[in-house]
Structure formats: C-alpha cells, structure tokens
C-alpha cells in the first residue's frame, strides 16, 4: 500500500488520447461540490440525478494489475452492479513530450475500464499543469471513447492527490473516500497531501478506513466514517491446504522449516529482524514473496531468499510451502496505522502466524496471531510454532476468516453508500 504512482514502466505511443480541440465539459455541479472546487463555475439549475446502478470513477494512487488487494477486492465486486471507471497515473516517461492516455477492459470484469495516464518528466512537477491535464483527459475518455456510460457517478478517492483535479468537476452525485493507509506517513509522499486529504474528508459522502487507529483518526473529521478492515477470500487461500495444490518450483527446494511472508517489501519492513531470523537457525528458510520498492538495497543472508513480486493466484501455492506465515513489520510512522489484510489471508491457510506488534494487528488478531514486542521474542514464537502449531488457534483462524469475506464486507459498504446518497434525490438541488 505505498504510496505512488506505481507502475512505471514505459508506454510507448505514436498519438494522443487528446488530439483535437478541448470541449468545455461546462456540465454543472453539486452546491457542495462547488464550494470545495477550486476553480470558479456557475452551473444551470439541474435537478440532482440519483440511481442505484450509480457508475463509479475511481482515483487510486496504485495501479490495477500491480498487487492485488483492497481496491481491486472492493471494486471487482462491485463491478457486478456498477460500471467502473479505474483511473491510474504511473510513473513519467523522459521521451514523452505531451500527456497520453491509454484505456483497457480489466480482465475478468467486463464492466470495469482502466484510463492510466502518464506525463513527460519534464513536466512531472508543475503540480497545477498536472492537476489540468488529469482532468482533460478524463473528460475527454469519458465524452469519447466512454461516451454514456459514467454520466452522475460516484466518485471514489483512494488518492488526496487527486482531489484538485476531480473533486467537484465531474458532475458527481456523491464522493466516496476509502482511506485504505495513512498516506502522509509514507516514504516519498508528496508535501501536499495532507491538506488535500483534508478537502476530501469536508467533502465526503462517506468515509471508510482500512484499520481501526486510522478511523479513531478520520472519523474526527467526517461524521459518516466506518471501519473496514481486511477481509479475505477463504475459498482461494485455502487452496493452501489442498492436496492438489502444486508447490512452486523457486521454492519447494528451500530447506525446511520456511518462515514465510507475501506482500509489498518497502519501509515497513523490519529489515533487522530479518537478518537476525536468517542468523538464528541456517536450518530455517526465510521467504519473502512480493515486490521490492522505495528500497535501495535488501540484506543478503545464504538462508533469506528474496523471491519477487507474483500472481495473486500464485499466493496460496507459496503459502502451502511456508511452515511459518510471517509479519515482520518495522515499529515506524508507515506501520502506525496499517491494518494488513494478510492476517486474514494467512488465517485461511491453517498456517500458525507470527508479527510483530503492530497495532491493529494486536487489536484485531491478537487471538490468533502470535504477537512479538521484540526481536528476541519474535525469533522464539517462531521456534515455537515450528515446534508445534498451536491448534486452537488455527481453529479460531479458520473461523474468523470465514466471517470476513470480501463480499460481506462489500454489501455493507454499498449500503452505506446508498444510504448517504439516496436521499439527496428528493432533498438536494443545484441552484
């Protein structure tokens, strides 16, 4: 869940999304979305359109087919009843020398789109040009390419950085903010993004927060805030405890006992812990499955083998392998209000689970996860679990997974939704 954009690779193109003459896109908005918008706009009166099947645009700071996990677990649900709009900025390109923009059907899901953009680094950091050309773009998808299909939507932030460009400018009929990580903690984040995180939560229909500490935080600035924590896809990941389920070949030669861990490897890794895991037993394998970023260099030990970023369909296959699922978190600003939704998913393998003490992690998952409050203590509830695995708390895994699926979830924030929006139908109209 770092922050981005991700997803850098090069695109290259002969054209432009844009070629042509700019429309005015002069449709009106919301009084409250107006106040919040930065740019001036005197709209027509129009009765405020509300519907059930709302489309959704959605501004997120990661990229579709980078790491599965919360956005593309909520959206790809609610893509069975909403036509969604996926926009991403990645990375800028040296040999752009203009904007593009490049759309796609998702895989799998029919009704969601994906508009990523991408900038010349030469004008990456002219902030007010960005937040312009952002805007124009997907106005011009959605009068082009997208004609009639995301007219009234809900927008939906994942990402503060988009605020000025799209809070307010689409037409929505309400604003959705899942505040999935503490952003501004984060190594690299830009200086700006509090106060537009800010705007976002004066502006929001409705808030939902990824982890218990992040809502005590956001609900103080947004009355309609909900905890959603992880949920998980019990039926997927326990395909780690099916016979048939197929070892990968970079790591069914590892020496057994494998303490293992999936998921991005950045600042929030507790990078000494993993040294003194390899040193303590050279009989212990230490997995690490997931992308490396914003880290320059990672320790190098004979027994910790750093195996890259894979599938999500791959992850159960490399869960069956481990005899350990690992949550070795540094205790730092980018671990202070993380909720990660990998507890869950390590639950519905059976496997016995370590972490270190993050604090959602001992609020939530206490009962179940093994919590560490040092090195030492880590090292020796490793040992233990490999000794032997605490049945009842595999038990209590099992059953807590099972009551936190992802399409629970998702229908209680449909239904928040609709509960902040409907209403407004008969009440609300732009003047």
Not at 16 to 28: I, Q, V
Not at 379 to 391: F, G, T, V
Request: contains cysteine.
């Amino acid at each position: 869940m770092s922050y981005a954009p991700l997803g850098s690779e090069l695109i290259v193109t002969n054209g432009n999304l844009s070629t042509g003459e700019r429309s005015s896109f002069s449709k009106p908005i919301s009084k409250r979305a107006r106040r919040l918008s930065s740019s001036p706009i005197t709209p027509e009166p129009k009765q405020r359109s509300f519907r059930a099947d709302f489309p959704i645009i959605v501004h997120c700071h990661l990229c579709w087919d980078w790491v599965w996990q919360r956005p593309q677990q909520f959206l790809s649900r609610l893509s069975a009843r909403h036509k969604i709009l996926f926009v991403e900025t990645i990375g800028p390109d040296p040999q752009l020398a203009s904007p593009v923009a490049r759309f796609w059907t998702a895989p799998n899901f029919p009704n969601i789109t994906i508009l990523r953009l991408q900038f010349p680094s030469w004008r990456w950091a002219d902030g007010p040009f960005v937040d312009r050309e952002r805007r124009r773009l997907v106005k011009e998808f959605i009068s082009g390419p997208g004609a009639d299909q995301f007219e009234n939507p809900v927008q939906w932030f994942y990402d503060p950085m988009a605020v000025p460009a799209f809070l307010g400018q689409m037409d929505e009929v309400g604003v959705v903010y899942d505040c999935m990580d503490e952003l501004s903690k984060f190594r690299c984040a830009p200086p700006q993004i509090r106060m537009r995180e800010k705007k976002l939560l004066a502006a929001a229909d409705v808030v939902f927060t990824g982890g218990r500490k992040l809502w005590e935080a956001k609900k103080l600035q947004n009355e309609n805030c909900h905890f959603y924590g992880c949920g998980v896809d019990v039926s997927h990941f326990g395909k780690a405890r099916q016979a048939d389920t197929a070892i990968p070949a970079d790591i069914a030669p590892l020496k057994k006992p494998v303490l293992g861990y999936f998921g991005v490897v950045d600042e929030r890794m507790d990078y000494e812990l993993l040294v003194k895991l390899a040193e303590a037993n050279p009989d212990w394998s230490i997995a690490m499955v997931g992308p490396q970023i914003k880290v320059d260099t990672v320790p190098q030990r004979p027994n910790l083998h750093w195996l890259g970023q894979k599938n999500y369909l791959e992850l159960p296959a490399y869960c069956k392998a481990f005899d350990v699922c690992m949550m070795p978190f540094a205790l730092n600003e980018a671990t202070e209000y993380i909720n990660p939704t990998k507890a869950l998913e390590y639950m519905a393998t059976g496997k016995p689970i370590v972490s270190s003490a993050v604090a959602d992690v001992v609020t939530n998952f206490g009962a179940v996860v093994n919590i560490a409050r040092s090195h030492e203590q880590f090292i020796a509830l490793c040992r233990e679990a490999i000794a032997k695995a605490d049945a009842a708390r595999t038990e209590a895994g099992l059953k807590q997974a099972a009551e936190n699926s992802w399409d629970s979830i998702v229908a209680q924030l449909e239904k928040h939704i609709t509960d902040a929006l409907a209403p407004k139908e008969k009440t609300e109209v732009v003047a």
